[in-house]
């Protein structure tokens, strides 16, 4: 059966500082794989998507970048982390970008201070 | 780009069957109608999709009518743990199959 692991859960950083969240599926491959950033107040806000190795799609401007180092992993970086930053962070992957069905992550929590 | 608009909360108490509806004025041709549940802390899980008429399975009932410019999401009999937040969102078919998240629906169900 397929999985995916974010880590880590949770995560306290200065402002200015690195940022490294990673994420891996298991049990499939070359699945479509996406990070959403959910800050307080809900609403999911689409970061980057990617459909394969290297081939990644920014969404929104920001100081944040992805990359897809391996066909099932995924990492979201930052070189100096924004108050602005914080949020609860969740990795998903798709298997057929047509049906709609995404499966989460357990999420990373990010509190910028 | 479609977007959707939901209601902001719902109340409703326990035994009872809730309908949200979703507004997607702008939906393309060939995108679907995509619902999924979202308890705190944890990532959203899919619920169900469907591009027109009924689609139902063993947790809810779809119904998009003929036009497409609206959905309602039916929970038949919601018990306490239904409570959640839940999201209507147009699976963008031409752009890859991105999903865009509006807001959601927080559903609160009371004894």
């Known amino acids: 059966s397929q999985t995916i692991h974010q880590w880590p859960a949770t995560l306290v950083q200065p402002v200015g500082s690195p940022l490294s969240l990673e994420c891996t599926v298991e049990g499939t491959s070359n699945p479509n794989l996406y990070w959403y950033r959910q800050a307080a107040g809900r609403g999911l806000q689409l970061l980057f998507y990617s459909v394969g190795i290297g081939q990644i799609s920014s969404e929104v401007p920001q100081n944040l970048s992805a990359s897809r180092p391996q066909d099932r992993q995924f990492i979201l970086s930052s070189k100096k982390l924004l108050l602005s930053d914080s949020g609860f962070y969740l990795c998903?992957?798709?298997?057929?970008?047509?049906?709609?069905?995404?499966?989460f992550g357990e999420g990373s929590r990010l509190t910028v201070l | 780009l479609a977007k959707t608009t939901q209601p902001i909360s719902m109340d409703s108490y326990e035994g009872q069957e809730v309908n949200i509806t979703c507004s997607h004025n702008n939906i393309a041709t060939n995108d679907y109608i995509t619902w999924y549940q979202q308890f705190p802390s944890q990532g959203p899980r899919f619920i169900i999709q469907?591009?027109?008429t009924k689609v139902t399975n063993e947790v809810a009932s779809l119904f998009i009518p003929a036009d497409r410019k609206s959905s309602t999401l039916s929970l038949p009999r919601v018990s306490l743990s239904d409570t959640a937040v839940y999201y209507c969102?147009?699976?963008?078919?031409?752009?890859?199959?991105?999903?865009?998240f509006g807001q959601g629906t927080e559903l609160s169900v009371k004894p």
């Open positions: 998903a992957w798709s298997v057929d970008s047509n049906t709609g069905e995404l499966f």
């Open positions: 469907g591009y027109k």
């Open positions: 969102l147009a699976l963008l078919y031409n752009q890859g199959g991105k999903l865009i």
